[in-house]
Antibody, heavy 122, light 107 residues
């Protein structure tokens, strides 16, 4: 079935780094833009980053720009989020999500992973 | 960045009630507006995209409308499984943003 599975979360000290992965299966990964969305405990959804289908375009929320880097390997159907200089406020569940639009302009997140928890604490 | 403001932040309703949630953008977003439902401990689920298009598999009691800066999600007859938090999201800008969420509780 169509699914996204995140991994790589855990407990990390402030200032350290962590890399999240999101493995796609059940669909052809390469035509879709992909996103990372996070949700701090008890809080709302916050969009973090997007990468285009071929990886040539990347955009970031101001809160993570310069510290986080999104990338993808279409040969492995996998999305990544490299998180550097982590802060306590980065503590959240991190979701990867598929952008359903392929040349349609009807951008929306139609497939989500189950999420992986990242806790930044000393 | 485009700011999205939902109202109300929470509401209490009974099964069978008609429920309306509003989302206002800080600038015109030309119907690039999506709605999601999230239940505790679960990933969000896409309900409506492009302001008024119903996602496949979503019950027809959910509908979306609006234009410019103001958008609405309506649940025509609230069902027990609809108690959840609802988020709007703009996809007009390359810097996507969500509303703060509306928690729909049982009255």
């Amino acid at each position: 079935q169509v699914q996204l599975v995140e991994s790589g979360g855990g407990v990390v000290q402030p200032g350290r780094s962590l890399r999240l992965s999101c493995a796609a299966s059940g669909f052809t990964f390469s035509p879709y833009a992909m996103h990372w969305v996070r949700q701090a405990p008890g809080k709302g959804l916050e969009w973090a980053a997007v990468i285009s289908d071929d990886g040539s375009k990347k955009y970031y929320a101001d809160s993570v720009k310069g510290r986080f880097s999104i990338s993808r390997d279409n040969s492995k159907s996998t999305l990544y989020l490299q998180m550097n200089s982590l802060r306590a406020e980065d503590t959240a569940v991190y979701y990867c999500a598929r952008d359903q639009a392929i040349n349609s302009g009807e951008n929306a997140f139609d497939i989500w992973g189950q999420g992986t928890m990242v806790t930044v604490s000393s | 960045d485009i700011q999205m403001t939902q109202s109300p932040s929470s509401l209490s309703a009974s099964v069978g009630d008609r429920v309306t949630i509003t989302c206002r953008a800080s600038q015109s977003i030309s119907n690039y507006l999506n709605w999601y439902q999230q239940k505790p401990g679960k990933a969000p689920k896409l309900l409506i995209y492009a302001a008024s298009s119903l996602q496949s598999g979503v019950p027809s009691r959910f509908s979306g409308s609006g234009s410019g800066t103001d958008y609405t999600l309506t649940i025509s007859s609230l069902q027990p499984e609809d108690f959840a938090t609802y988020y709007c999201q703009q996809s007009y800008s390359s810097l996507w943003t969500f509303g703060q969420g509306t928690n729909v509780e049982i009255k």
